[in-house]
């Protein structure tokens, strides 16, 4: 399924951000709960609501389940 921000995350200032991210955070943020590495590079404030889209500090490492809890309680919002 294509996005308006389909451009934006294969741009290569997202995917240079988002590898070295990834790199200096290799666990999910919710590692003590989850116990899970990093997946996604995930927008804390979704750049749709107008979070910073190449913000450092607008990112969190999610792994596979808790970004896909965090984007179905997102739908759920809306």
């Not at 750049?47 to 999610?62: R, T, V």
């Amino acid at each position: 399924m294509r996005t308006n921000n389909d451009k934006f995350y294969h741009s290569k200032e997202w995917v240079a951000l988002r590898d070295a991210y990834r790199t200096a955070n290799p666990l999910c943020a919710n590692y003590d709960e989850c116990g899970g590495a990093t997946h996604t590079v995930d927008h804390i404030c979704p750049i749709s609501e107008g979070g910073a889209a190449l913000d450092w500090s607008n990112l969190q490492p999610l792994c596979r389940s808790c970004n896909g809890s965090k984007t179905g309680k997102q739908a759920w919002k809306k």
